[in-house]
């Protein structure tokens, strides 16, 4: 079964550090790209940003709201996703979720076909 | 960006009823959409890939078509566990966006 587990949340002033993980069971991590996904509170879903695998350079994209403060990153050899958010701002405060693509993603489409349960950040002095 | 407007933001319709929601590109974007429910409180859960293909265990209720800018997801004879909310998505190219989805209460 798959398991894909987030960890790290908590409360942190505007302009702090967190880093969030995400702990992957029940698949072969390293085959996977892997993104991740906000939802703030009561609104819909935001895509945050993604890693490839390895065969494609542990690649990675962002949205332009978190692009040059959030980083992500993986170790394979731990079948976990990291995701490192600095300069946070209020408007950062969501629900964090890891979430797998399809192993097509790779050379056609990319879906996501599952998903951690979240943890919460909240970004507020 | 590639924006994705999705209609309407919320509907109510009552069992057995076929409902469409639409979601529409900004540009071109081939088939590359994706279909996620979500179930209040729950986590967001794939539907359809591929503007059409069903993803594995997903009730065949659930359809879904088009291509370039214009996409619908359709449920035939509405369920009461189908009440929840509808999110599009684009994967044709990054940052991938998602529609702002459409609220489904059922009567």
């Known amino acids: 079964e798959v398991q894909l587990v987030e960890s790290g949340g908590g409360l942190v002033q505007p302009g702090g550090s967190l880093r969030l993980s995400c702990a992957a069971s029940g698949f072969t991590f390293s085959d996977h790209f892997m993104d991740w996904v906000r939802q ?21 994209d962002y949205a332009a709201s978190v692009k040059g403060r959030f980083i992500i990153s993986r170790d394979d050899s731990k079948n976990s996703l990291y995701l490192q958010m600095n300069r946070l701002r209020t408007e950062d405060t969501a629900v964090y979720y890891c979430a797998r693509n399809g192993l097509h993603c790779k050379d056609s489409y990319c879906y996501l076909d599952d998903w951690g349960q979240g943890t919460l950040v909240t970004v507020s002095s | 960006d590639i924006q994705m407007t999705q209609s309407p933001s919320s509907l109510s319709a009552s069992v057995g009823d076929r409902v469409t929601i639409t979601c529409r590109a900004s540009q071109k974007i081939s088939n590359y959409v994706n279909w996620y429910q979500q179930k209040p409180g729950k986590v967001p859960k794939l539907l359809l890939y591929a503007a059409s293909s069903l993803q594995s265990g997903v009730p ?17 004879s509405l369920q009461p566990e189908d009440c929840g909310t509808y999110y599009c998505q684009q994967t044709y190219t990054t940052p991938y966006t998602f529609g702002q989805g459409t609220e489904l209460e059922i009567k």
């Open chain 1, 40 to 60: 703030a509170p009561g609104k819909g879903l935001e895509w945050v940003g993604r890693i490839r695998s390895r065969p494609n350079i542990y690649g990675t």
């Open chain 2, 60 to 76: 065949s209720r659930f359809s879904g078509s088009g291509s370039e800018t214009d996409f619908t997801l359709t449920i035939t």
